[in-house]
């Protein structure tokens, strides 16, 4: 299978895991900064929000993987969710989550531009055991939305609008006649 074509999976999976939850998941039609989905929990006038990052790696034929982030887009309002596909049994327990504070652990490139996480086949599930997607992380991605800094978050996102109310111009003409 195609890393392309296990991202979808596991996007799917992971914001099917978070709706079944009550955590509300928008899929943006833009990859900025990492956002493949947000999390919210409302809608209503000043709403939260986290980003998530979904990864899905197959170990079915690899003994080996990765993922990397950018470092850019690593804050407390970011989150990775990583799906690793090791045997046909399709189980959140091949869910892990990484919190902002967790990613900022990882190994980073000789750039440092990245973070890198390496597993294998052998150590994945003891290397990820405290980070296995389960209601006790929900429970902390909802903590997270409460209390993450908006004004931050919108920062991180790199967008703005700004708009300009220029009054039309005043024109004056003056002129003297002379000699009539």
Known sequence: MSTSSLEHIAED?????????????????????????????????????????CKGRSLINNKKSHITISTDYVTDGFIVILYIEHDSDI?????????????????KSTSGKNYMLSFTRSNYKKKFAEHIFCK??????????????????????????IEFII??????????????
């Open 13 to 53: 999976l992971i914001s099917h895991a978070l709706q079944r939850r009550n955590v509300l998941v928008a899929k943006p039609k833009f990859d900025h900064n990492g956002a493949d989905l947000l999390a919210l929990l409302d809608v209503a006038d000043g709403a939260k929000f986290c980003r998530i990052q």
């Open 167 to 180: 009054p039309p111009p005043i024109l004056q003409v003056s002129c003297s006649v002379s000699g009539i």
């Open 136 to 161: 006790k992380v929900v429970d902390k991605i909802i903590k997270s939305i409460i209390n993450i800094n908006v004004d931050g978050e919108f920062k991180s996102m790199g967008h703005g609008y």
């Open 91 to 107: 189980a959140e327990q091949n869910m892990f989550c990484f919190f902002g504070q967790d990613i900022r652990q990882w190994r």
